[in-house]
């Protein structure tokens, strides 16, 4: 990658930042959007692979939307996450 290492690190620190605080953990709401992404936005498959019900993840999803500020259905803002999981792998 040829990005600054550290424009790299602001972006993961602003875009996930949210989800890192105790609260947002004790809700798994970090792991709830990992999973979501990496089902291909399925409700259906994320639920079954969390074991929770698919109301139980639309309103963390809901959750996440306000904490992130972003819109999970605007692909900019979809792509901005997805992003910046697969950066945090190389951290």
């Known amino acids: 990658m040829k990005q600054d290492p550290e424009a790299i690190t602001q972006f993961l620190t602003q875009t996930l930042a949210p989800l890192q605080t105790p609260r947002a953990q004790a ?39 306000e904490l992130v500020q972003m819109n999970l259905n605007d692909w900019n803002d979809y792509l901005a996450l997805s992003l910046a999981f697969h950066l945090q792998q190389f951290e």
């Open 27 to 65: 809700s798994e709401l970090e792991d709830t959007l990992r999973s979501y992404i990496y089902h291909s936005r399925s409700i259906t498959k994320t639920a079954a692979a969390l074991h929770i019900q698919q109301n139980t993840l639309y309103h963390r999803l809901t959750k996440i939307e």
